[in-house]
């Protein structure tokens, strides 16, 4: 019993991992105003640059550093995201279009370039089907040599690669800087009311483009961690599924705080697979299952929204352009 | 008083915001230690200005010297840099944030980040200058006046040695104001430099050294308080009286067509918008009602309208065919229009409250009659023709009766909404600020409407805020300040000095102490 439980666990931990990375991105992003709701397609991004960089390295015949195996796809990755990103600020910041409008377009453009790079990528190797870089995925997978020793407790906390660890990391470190630090504090005033932060001399534009382009760029590590670590290197069409909306209704489940997220992914991806382990299930209830994570966010949601604590709302200007020469 | 140093002086500041004009050479100095009061109507350009010497906007042309040194304000970063404050009307404060994290907001001293630390340096300035605030509240738990004293502590933290306050007391109550008051005194006796802007010529009488007056974006002069009286001051506050030549009948056989009595309202926070306002509107006159504006002409309209929830008192519409009498409060617009009353309303928000942007001409035409279909799909006719209509007689300019609305000029979008609310042949027509923004032929245009309607019988109120306009055009004008009626005067006979008098006393001891 014990050990089924700590296996859940540990699927659980596996599962929350990129709603983690995803939702710590949003979040920073949030903070500074913007509602990027092209998180998903970004974390897709996240993914396939990864796996291009990735296979341009493994199969360029290059003897192959373990280091590198996993820098070069990591950067490949972060450089996709941010890329994407700047589009969203450059049409959102500086030609103040629709928030939502902007990123739902980004989010049905990064899931076609995902899906479309994959597909030819595997065309291009001659095989069909999925593309496998082993010796990518395996550098990713590497785990401490000790946690094989450790029985119960190594097998549900040591056995992850290092992108599950730095997830939990990151949320902390976002968590310190947004309450913490007076950079952090000046990008919630820019969030919370622009004109304000403007008026104290912040400058409202450069921190929406870094806050968005850094929330990004940790968003797409959730991508990376699927396509690498969680899958073992390599893509297959739809395989991140939707996770990138799950990461979305995260953010406000943990009510904008990136160390609450961190629990809370662990419950989502509990959630999320939780379905695997209720015997006796069809296939059609097993979807009703995995709405679970969405059913949570509503509840807080309207407990939230019962309560009115002026702490748990979003950031007032969520969503909103600022132009400052308005009368 | 010159021999004060000066702190800052502009010289033919100009601004302009498209065609409007917000200030036209405008010549102003302050000097260190002293309080300077800035008087003007509204729309006068006082705001535009200082918001110029605090870097919100940049003016187009002019010379700005502080301390001697000419200088370029760009943001307000480089208006603190020279120890520039300004304290807006509307609080430039994070709600979920606390007063310390507000007053710290933006600053960089190159130290740690450490609240414990710039708290206790705040308290310093609290003690100093006798603020009572607890930093570690929430803005958005914060009483009105609490919320302008963290303001104040926050230009103070930054050094500031200019303050800049805009209309500091429209919020706040009697005592209030004379604790804001005695603040502003030590801050002078401690050289630094306060300008207030304020419509409240008692208020300039009480705390200022000196007193310049702005009208319509024109610098109009400076005296010293001491030699000032209010007549003098609301003089140059409203100007010279220009004849328009509006052509005014005379009412014809006027009658009661609605009277108000007794109406109170007050809002959230508890501050009372109407105070027991009663008059009458006749059939065939036109009432003007003048004011700074909010003080209670859109809440007054809005509950004729139905729009505006009241706590006491009656709206009693005459009913001229069936001579019945209908209170109208706690009607919605619907229940007023199915008793049979026709109300016309233009409203100050064309946009937001009259017109849908977005839509066309027939559209909007539309979304006055849309309980007259009465099968599924839009009936366009009869709206078209209208539509067309307005368009010829009112002149207004359009590529097509489908154009958005949104996309024609202030003054075509006005005749629209005008032509739209006369076209439902109403018993009282009320327009709130109904040329504001126009130039001078479609200002015209719509006072000849007016005068239309009035001599077709309507009752018309016009909520206005040029007084040349005001007595050329109403009959009767009354005068509403805080919420309450100042008076009511026959237009024929009354000045503009008494009237501007009127706007600005209030009356009855509120906020007069």
Known sequence: MITTIALFLKQAIIQGIPLLYGSTGEIITEKSGNLNLGIP??????????IIGGYLYEFSGAELNPVLLVLIPLLSSIIGSVAMSLIYCVLTVTLKANQNVTGLALTTFGVGVGNFFGGSLSSILGEGGTISLIETGKAYKQTLPFAQDLGLFGEVFLSFGFLAYASIIIAILASIFLNKTRKGMNLRAVGENPATADAAGINVTANKY???CVGGAIAGLGGLYFVMDYVGGAWTNNGFGDRGWLAIALVIFALWRPHTSILGSILFGGLYIVYLYIPGLSRSSQEIFKMLPYVVTILVLIITSVRKKREHQPPQS?????????R | MSNKPIAIELKKITKTFGKVVANKDVDLTVYEGEILSILGENGSGKT???????????????????????????SPNDAFALKIGMIHQHFKLVDIFTAAENIALGINDGKKFDLKRISA???????KYGFNIDLNKKIYEMSVSEKQTVEIVKVLYR???????DEPTAVLTPQETQRLFGILRKMKEDGKSVVIITHKLHEVMSISDRVSVLRKGEYVGTIPTSEADESTLTSMMVGKKISLDIERSEPVNPVDRLVVENINCTNREGVKLLDNVSFTVRSGEILGIAGISGSGQRELLEAIAGLQKLDSGKIIYHNVQTGKEDNLRDKTPVQIRELGIRLSFVPEDRLGMGLVGNMDIVDNMMLRSYKKGKSVFLQKKEPKSLAEKIIKDLEVVTPSSSTPVRRLSGGNVQKVLVGREIAASPTVLMAAYP?????????????????EQKEKGVAVVFVGEDLDVLIDLCDRIMVIGGGKINGVVDARTTTKEEIGLMMVKAKGGNADE
């Open chain 2, 121 to 127: 340096d705040i308290e310093k300035i609290n003690t």
């Open chain 2, 48 to 74: 535009t200005l200082m918001n110029m010497i605090s870097g919100i906007y940049y003016p187009d042309s002019g010379q700005i010297f502080v301390k001697g040194r000419e200088v370029s304000i760009q």
């Open chain 1, 210 to 212: 870094i806050a968005t």
């Open chain 2, 159 to 165: 050094g500031a040695d200019i303050l800049i306050l």
């Open chain 1, 41 to 50: 397609g970004i974390m897709y991004i996240g993914g396939i640059s990864g």
């Open chain 2, 435 to 451: 040329v504001r923004g126009l130039d001078i032929n479609s200002s015209y245009l719509i006072y000849n409407l007016l005068n």
């Open chain 1, 318 to 326: 969520l969503g909103l352009s600022y132009f400052r020469e308005e």
